[in-house]
């Protein structure tokens, strides 16, 4: 499947705060933690606790979000599907980078050892 250009301008308009709660519910429905999801949200991002704190008060969207952040050099690792897109395909970059935190998120929820999911 490919993200449509209607996807990609909805992706950049969502807010994080708005997706932050649902992240926290599926990965502590699963048994992991929230400091275990913000380790995931600062390996991508850079950004750390107080960051994301302000960044979810400021109701950024997305688009706002990855522009802040300084990505990890390893991103581009995070490979496969997620919400049914291959995301070494998707090519618009935020549309890319919004899944590469869901499916980190995803990966976390899983069980996946931290060690694989920051893929050091």
Known sequence: ????????????SMTFSSVYPHYVTKV???GRTKAELHQVITWLTGFDDQKIQALIDEKVT???F????????NAPLIT??????RIEDIEN?????????DKLVDELAKGRKMEKILRS
């Open 1 to 12: 499947m490919k993200p449509t250009d209607t996807h990609n301008q909805r992706m950049a």
């Open 28 to 30: 502590e429905k699963k």
């Open 62 to 64: 997305f688009e706002s």
């Open 66 to 73: 990855f522009a802040q952040a300084t990505l990890h050099p």
């Open 80 to 85: 496969g599907m997620i919400c049914g897109y």
């Open 93 to 101: 970059p935020l549309t890319q980078q919004v899944r590469y935190l």
